[in-house]
């Protein structure tokens, strides 16, 4: 294929390269909760959907009209 015909290879990386360890783990955990709670992160605002206009969220994230995550509400 064309990539393999270059030598060109995905890798990716697995958790435990980073956090090799449970307390590693817990650690990142409690640092990147903290930094969303104290608004390091940004202002972090979903688009929500309800479950019956799944059609209309996919075909306004093809668009490009949402940024973020989308959540489909039941």
Partial sequence: ???SK???RLVRPALQQYLPDMHS???ATREL???WRDGSLGTITP???ALKDAA???RDLEEGKTTGSIILHP
């Fill in 56 to 58: 209309v969220a996919h």
């Fill in 33 to 35: 909760f903290d930094a």
């Fill in 6 to 8: 270059r030598q060109i």
């Fill in 47 to 49: 688009t929500i959907y």
């Fill in 1 to 3: 294929n064309y990539l």
């Fill in 25 to 27: 783990r817990e650690l």
